[in-house]
């Protein structure tokens, strides 16, 4: 045999169209059979099909003679024939690819493959390959006359068909026909042992020898071959069996991947490495005969074990992504985008079978950061998720999609939500609206609606503990709304409400505002979740979803729920001072199609929009800096430079979360029991209960810092911080000395003052008001604390029961009932403390949101 010509050059010559007796590659200075030569020059191609069609009918005289089948018929019927191939795009993976163009992941169909020219397949793979299956490939014009008259005078002999003739270009005709089917009859068809499948195989076959060089025909064979156990194609059997791509194949291995396109479930090598390593070794046989293989090498490689490098793999591709969860999304995402293809099933044929390539918004160092930072702060294995979105406010875009988990299925097969597997899930919690409250994060939308209506940062309320609203139905048991901690009885402005989280004061907000202005707002600024949607809309998507009314007042606090990426979306609008962008994971989808990539249109989300007035969002940004500088989240959410952001502690400690940004980034944490917020709270979390400015603002921050490090992001300047104060009404101090302890107290308080007692040695009855901080007279503020000194008589022991009423400013007790003494926490004991530790629950404090 000649030898066939080395890799295909790289201005594609090895692609040029072939016409017979033009010399194209692949042709040029090759010997023809007699045969062959003979027909041309007589009457050329034609009576080449007529005398391929006599050979093949014959093929099959041992068994078919019976019904009359002759050489002429067999003639006859492969003239009738179409001879024009239709070949299909192969099917072959897709690939993920990061911002950066670094692979991710693989989506991989049934079929699992990749294109390679055959520029990047070895001179040894391509002489293999030839050699056992087609030694005389590149002499024959798709036909090999020698080995049907061989194949013929054998079955003759045998009286069966036992052999078929077959070259490289025939059995790639067979693959095309096979990977062409879509029913059992056409797959039936493709492979049955018939004289008309013969006929049309060699028809074909002609035809692509009319047309295509011969490198171009091996090309095309090596990429549609099988290849077994999965494999299809010679870059995807390297990778499969030895963990190499197909260039780096030496020469056992080529001879072992050779050998197994013949019967690929008989020679696999990780089912029978025996036969295996015979079949190679056939293989290694063939080469040396044909000298293309010297004497040492072939004893090297006859000699060697076959030794395969299998990489891992899952069967959901998306768990040997490095970013599984974000691979999830998108893979989802595009399952359910009519743009990108018409129905589901078309997706799912053009996402796993279209070898496109999906270019992503993920920013690699992003995603390691937020990983680590929620792996870290809530360990893998603990009951308690943490989900995690970065997005890039003004455009989008989605940098990062984290969880506290390993991908995969659950140890016991159950869901999430009823499983005990606290290590593995496939649920992409940070996109689930439907199971996690924000809590007070979600007060930023009323402090817009607020700041649009006109009122000024400095509106001051009176916040009690309790407060009973005449406008909204009030919670049970205590047919009030309450504050979250008791010493936040007092007035606040709008500034420090939001600081401090204080409900009360909101509550009283929403009923000068209304909530649906406020969810409107949220919808504005990109929260798409049906919770926030009013109660009764018309859309299909929402259809038995209760949303919001205009009685819900707790909708304000948090209630309804809503998804990470929601929360993230919307303070990125924030971030971005009111350009709303939807979330975007994917920016660009081509497909590889004759050597050009040509585009494929997926949703790209609505064109960004600005839907708040800048100089407002520079006014919510001002508070919300203030948030992490002294509010809820000072103890665990600086990072270093000015940022702006909210926490949320929703109802009875169902969930936490944090929302906050700079102006490059924002980020949203939320922490949560997949099995029920409600029926799990974050209770004794590792030891401590969870509020916003705990573990959330942890993760948030070491997400941000982490991110800021890697990407060398500059300080952006935020809007000077808002420290607006309440304008507090004034009122002189009573005089109560002499007053008796509970009289005294009640009286203060009736007055709008809070009151403190400390009973000291004094030589007078005891429980009386012995002196008084600030005097009386004093012109003081209602906020102000008043110190009373009560005489314990000479041992100084305190009265009991004594003290001050407990209901704070005008809810104390009546004035002949037994008073308690006051016990004023300060906010350092309930807030996040430094050092990244977790408050615990104060025994005054409340589970209320913040």
Known sequence: MTTPPGSAAPDGSARRLYRPGYGAQGRTGLRRHPAVTLARRLSGAGLISIVAGVLVGLLALPVVGAVGL???????????????????????ASRILDARGNQIAVLSGEQDREVVSLGRVPQVMRQAIVDIEDSRFYEHDGLDYKGLIRAYLTNRESGEVTQGGSTLTQQYVKNVLLMSASTAAQRHAATEQTVKRKLREARYALYLEAHLSKDEILERYLNIAYFGDGAYGIQVAAKHYFNVDVDKLTLPQAALLAGLVKNPTAYNPVLHPDAARERRNVVLDRMRELHHVSDADFRAAHNSPVALDRPARSADPCADSTAPFFCAMVRDDLLNDRTFAPTEDGARRLLFEGGLTIRTTLDPVAEQAAQSAASEVIPVGNRVAAGVVMMQP????????AENREYGPT???????????????KEVYPTD???????STFKVFTLISALKAGMPLSTTLHAPVCYHSNVFPNPQPDDCYGNADPSEDGFYSLTTATWNSVNTYYIQLAEKLGVLRTAQIARDLGVTSCRIRQQGNDDPACKGVNGISPSDGSSILGSNEISTLDLATAYSTLAARGRKCDPRTVTAISQRVGGADRPLPFNAGAPCEQVLDPKIVDTVSSVLEGVISHGTASGNAQIGRPAAGKTGTAEGFSTASFAGYIPQLATAVTLADPRGPTAHPLTDVLGRNVFGGGYPAQIWARTMTRTISGLNLPVAPLPPEDGTQPQVPTKPVPNVVGQQQSVAEQI?????FHVSSQPVVWPAQPGIVVSMTPAAGSVVSLNTEIHLAISGGLTGAPVLPGGAPSGGIGLGAAPDGPGILAQFFPR???????????????PNRRNRPR
């Open 70 to 92: 002759t050489a002429k018929h067999g003639a006859d019927d492969f003239l009738g024939l179409p001879e024009n191939l239709v070949v299909p795009p192969l099917a072959q």
């Open 394 to 401: 003004g455009t989008g875009q989605v940098l990062a999609v």
């Open 411 to 425: 140890d016991d097969g159950k869901p999430s939500s009823l499983s005990t597997d606290f290590v593995h899930t």
């Open 433 to 439: 609206e439907d199971s996690f409250s924000p809590g």
């Open 748 to 752: 203060l308080v009736q007055q709008g």
């Open 828 to 842: 350092s004991q309930l807030g996040a403390t430094l050092g990244g530790a977790q408050p615990a629950l104060s």
